[in-house]
């Protein structure tokens, strides 16, 4: 967590000396901050749906009507 919040704090000192380069002198850099601000959303984006897709949970097992207990009650008792 801590290095999550590091690396952002980075990239928002980034972004914003880029912001005041392209307001103060160049115009094109604004095109710069403009992409790197896409690339960073989608490449999120990205981090996030791969993060969901491993969950390592274990599938419930799903019981059948052979291991349900009022099934095996009346089977011993038919037995009987």
């Given amino acids: 967590m801590i290095l999550q919040t590091l690396v952002f704090l980075i990239l928002v000192l980034i972004l914003n000396f880029l912001l005041f380069l ?31 897709g491993k969950n390592f949970r274990q599938p419930k097992k799903e019981t059948s009507a052979e291991e349900h ?11 009987k």
């Fill in 22 to 52: 392209s307001i103060n002198f160049n115009k094109n850099i604004s095109y710069l901050v403009l992409t790197l601000l896409m690339f960073l959303n989608f490449f999120s984006v990205f981090l996030y749906k791969l993060s969901q």
């Fill in 69 to 79: 207990p009022i099934i095996k009650a009346a089977r011993e008792r038919l037995r």
